[in-house]
């Protein structure tokens, strides 16, 4: 079974500083890894995705992340977070060989302050 | 235009009632998903439907019966309402059933049950 674990409820940083969202994963075959993150009151938002290739992957608004096979790890990080960056942040596994099923993990909120 | 639009937003009933929720996508996706974000922001699936066919049909009570009428379209019905169907449902759509393609979101459904 494939499973994704935020380890952290809520991650607060002060605006302009780098910002970490951490994301390991579990599944038997290939992964492809996601993450959205969700505005009050809001649907989840696309912000980036692992396929192949290049481990680290940028996407919308500055973010990127770096996918790590050894440690099954898909973290988000941001160079320099902005007070608009606070939201709720999930990750999200597909196994490859497992089926269609895309399973989030827990989300973790994000907090930046001025 | 909406991509993914879901009606009501809000919907608010007794205990006992039976509801619907209406999910359309102007995307041309040919797959279509119910979700649940419980009050601890936890996302679960409930169902996917590809191109009007039951695909996924997670644990849910029978009390809950989604409905296809055409590929756009994904409604859900919730028959003698309990307490604990207080959430937000957020129908999602994708292309296809799996693949690299990202799920595009509504902006939810939030039913309380009193």
């Known amino acids: 079974a494939q499973s994704v674990a935020q380890p952290e409820d809520q991650v607060n940083v002060a605006e302009g500083n780098p910002l970490t969202v951490k994301c390991t994963y579990s599944v038997s075959g290939n992964p492809y890894l996601f993450w959205y993150v969700q505005y009050p009151n809001r649907g989840l938002q696309f912000l980036l995705k692992y396929i192949t290739g290049d481990n680290l992957v940028k996407g919308s608004y500055g973010f990127e992340a770096e996918f790590n096979k050894s440690q099954t790890s898909f973290h988000l990080k941001k160079p320099s977070a902005l007070v608009s960056d606070s939201a709720l942040y999930f990750c999200?596994?597909?196994?490859?060989?497992?089926?269609?099923?895309?399973?989030f993990g827990g989300g973790t909120r994000l907090m930046v302050k001025p | 235009d909406t991509a993914v639009s879901q009606t009501p937003k809000y919907l608010v009933t007794q205990m006992g009632n039976d509801k619907s929720i209406k999910c359309e996508q102007n995307l041309g996706h040919d797959t279509m998903y119910w979700y649940k974000q419980d009050s601890k922001k936890f996302l679960k699936i409930m169902f996917s439907y590809n191109n009007k066919e039951l695909i996924i049909n997670e644990t849910v009570p029978n009390r809950f019966s989604p409905k296809s009428p055409d590929k756009a379209h994904l409604n859900l019905h919730i028959n003698s309402l309990e307490l604990g169907d207080s959430a937000v449902y957020f129908c999602a759509s994708s292309p296809i059933p799996g693949g690299s393609a990202p799920l595009h979101f509504g902006n939810g459904t939030r039913l309380t049950v009193t």
């Open positions: 999200a596994v597909r196994d490859l060989d497992a089926g269609n099923m895309l399973t």
